[in-house]
Every structure is written in C-alpha cells, then in structure tokens.
C-alpha cells in the first residue's frame, strides 16, 4: 500500500493466508526514521521517529481468539527503546482500562501484569474505542501505552467517526501551550490530593474510627480468674 508523503512498515499473517490479522505503520517523509527489527512472534512493527525529539512508536494486534504468552509481551517491550509508545488493539478487558467495563479476562489480566512490570502509563481515558453491531455495546480494546517519561507531553483522544470501521481511531499528540488551561494553584492542589486520597481507598483497607481497648500490662490470669469468681458470687 502506498500513501503520498508516507511511507509504510507492515507486517503480515504469518501462515494461512485466510487468518485476518497484520499490522503497518504509516510514516510522514517530513520527519527522519529508522525502523526497529523486532524478534518477536506476535504482529508487531516498530520505528525510531525524531519529531520533538526522539521516540519509539510500536503498532500491535492481539488477535481475540490467540493464546498470548506473557513471555512474548515481555519480550516485545523489551525490545523497544525508550521512550516508546506501544499502540494497538490488545483485545483485552479490565477495570484498568478506564473505558471499558469492570470484568476483566485473561488478556486483561497479562495487560494490567506488562504495565505494572514494567512500570509503563496508559494514556487512555473513558473515551470507548470499539463498537461492536450486533450487540450495539462499546468497549475499550484499543490502548495507548506510553513511558512515564512521555506522560506528561502527550494528549490523548478518541476520534468521533468510526470511518466504515468497527474502531475508532486513537489520536496522540504532543501538548502545545494551547492545550494548557492556567488554572489557580489551589485547584491543581486540590486535583492532587483528590488522586491521592482516591487511590488510598481503592487500595488501603479502612479501619474503625474507635480505637482499639488496651490490655492493661498487670493483668494475667490470675486477674480473670478472680473476675469470674467475684460474678459468681453475685449470682447467688
């Protein structure tokens, strides 16, 4: 496929020619690249882009039906240098993912395990990103992931138009002055701590407001013995 302006990397199925599948990216001339060679077996392709500066880009298609092996994961990020951001259609689900719902699957579960291991950030919001027709439900199985480096220069979107697609597409661009709302100092205070709380209660068991009644360092077996005498006494 050729593109004016573009220039393609893609990867195919491998074997049967009947599986669907197969992932390319599409790269601006304006802009110098080199393509990373990944030694890997899930479809994955990678390149080296300098825009702001330098960094990775990798497209990657989980099919829904393959078993993925946590290894393979681990081994693709690995191979990717940093900073990098890692986009694709993972088919997983988790209440990780922000748009999605509060199952979770297998695929969702090794998703929450690559970036938790390798301390990586998803950039998706509750934007959905797949409407699936028969059902007419929406799900977010397309992610975002970025290094914690790259966090704070990116914005991520949802496109509104599906384009005859099932997906919509995932729009990440670099943060420009624009973008930025200058807000009073109080409210990004109040932003921070409002973070910090609601990560504390999803994560730190609560405990009760009373406090808890202390044993008095003198008291032993004797002391109980004598209580339970002296009620005995007062029965009869």
């Not at 599986?19 to 899930?42: D, E, I, K």
């Amino acid at each position: 496929m050729r593109v004016r302006g573009y220039n393609c990397v893609g990867r195919d199925v491998d074997g049967n020619a009947s599986l669907t599948g197969g992932v390319c990216l599409f790269m601006s001339n304006l802009y110098p690249r080199t393509v990373v060679t990944l030694h890997a077996s899930l479809q994955a392709v990678a390149v080296r882009i300098h825009i702001h500066s330098l960094v990775t880009v990798c497209c990657v298609y989980l099919p829904p039906n393959d078993v993925v092996q946590q290894v393979d994961l681990n081994q693709l990020v690995s191979q990717l240098p940093a900073p990098f951001i890692l986009l694709g259609d993972f088919n997983g689900h988790s209440p990780l993912e922000r748009g999605g719902h509060d199952d979770k699957n297998s695929r969702g579960r090794q998703i929450e395990q690559l970036i938790s291991d390798h301390c990586l950030c998803l950039l998706n919001n509750d934007e959905k990103t797949y409407f699936h027709a028969p059902t007419r439900t929406f799900y977010s199985l397309d992610l975002a992931i970025c290094s914690p480096t790259l966090l704070p220069m990116l914005n991520f979107e949802v496109e509104k138009d599906l384009h005859n697609s099932d997906h919509f597409p995932l729009l990440v661009s670099h943060v420009t002055g624009t973008m930025v709302q200058n807000r009073a100092v109080d409210d990004a205070i109040l932003n921070v701590f409002e973070a910090i709380r609601n990560a504390a209660d999803a994560t730190i068991p609560k405990t009760s407001n009373s406090p808890p009644k202390l044993c008095k360092p003198w008291w032993n077996a004797s002391c109980q013995q004598a209580k339970r005498n002296k009620g005995v006494r007062g029965v009869f």
